[in-house]
C-alpha cells in the first residue's frame, strides 16, 4: 500500500469526474461532502436487473465508475469546492487478469484475489491516491501488493496525472 499525493487537483478532479481515464474501474463506495453528506454503494442489487440485462450490460459485483460518474459529477459541481470526498475505486475482474498476466505475478491467481483497490481522498484542500489489495489467503509475499503500487503509479503516469510518493 502507498500514499500518493496529487498537487493538481484541477487537472485530476477533471479527468476523474469528466474524463474517462478511470471508467472501468468498478466503484465499490463513495462519500462526497457538500452542504450534505452523500454515501454511494456500488455493489449492484442483483434483483433490479433480469438474468438477460445482467449478462447484456456486462455486470460484475458493483456499477462502473463511469455509470456512477455524472451522480458524482453533479454532485460537486458549483462554485464551492467540496468539503471532502472519498471515491474507492477496485480493478474489475478482466483489469485484474490482465494485471496478473503482464506482471507475471506466480504466488498468486485470480480467483485468489477479492480486489485490487485504487482510494482517492480529498480532505482538507489535500488529495490523495491510496493502493490498497485484498487476498482470499494468506501470504507472507508482497510481490502482488508491490506490483500494484508500480501499476498505479505508471497508470496515473499514462492518464498525464502527476503523482508524489508520501
Known amino acids: 500500500m502507498v500514499a500518493l499525493s496529487i498537487d493538481d487537483l484541477k487537472s485530476f478532479t477533471k ?8 471508467d472501468d474501474f468498478l ?45 458524482c459529477f453533479s454532485l460537486i459541481k458549483g462554485k464551492r469546492l467540496p468539503g471532502s470526498f472519498h471515491i474507492s475505486l477496485q480493478a474489475n475482474h478482466q483489469q485484474t487478469e490482465d494485471f496478473l ?3 507475471q505475478i506466480p504466488a498468486v491467481s485470480g480467483e485468489q484475489i ?7 481522498r480529498y480532505d482538507d484542500g489535500k488529495l490523495f491516491c491510496i493502493t490498497g489489495s485484498s487476498l482470499a489467503i494468506f501470504t507472507m509475499d508482497k510481490t502482488l501488493d508491490r506490483e500494484w503500487d508500480a501499476w498505479v503509479e505508471e497508470f496515473l503516469k499514462k492518464a498525464e496525472i502527476a503523482a508524489v510518493l508520501e
Do not use: M
Request: hydrophobic share 35%; with cysteine; charged share 25%.
Open 15 to 22: 479527468k476523474l469526474f469528466l474524463g474517462t481515464d478511470f
Open 27 to 71: 466503484l465499490t463506495e463513495a462519500k462526497i461532502v457538500t452542504f450534505n453528506s452523500f454515501t454511494i454503494d456500488g455493489h449492484i442489487r442483483r434483483g433490479f436487473y433480469t438474468e438477460e440485462e445482467t449478462g447484456e450490460l456486462k455486470l460484475q459485483e458493483c456499477s462502473f465508475w463511469k455509470t456512477i460518474r455524472p451522480i
Open 101 to 103: 498476466t503482464s506482471r
Open 114 to 120: 477479492k480486489g485490487l483497490y485504487l482510494h482517492i
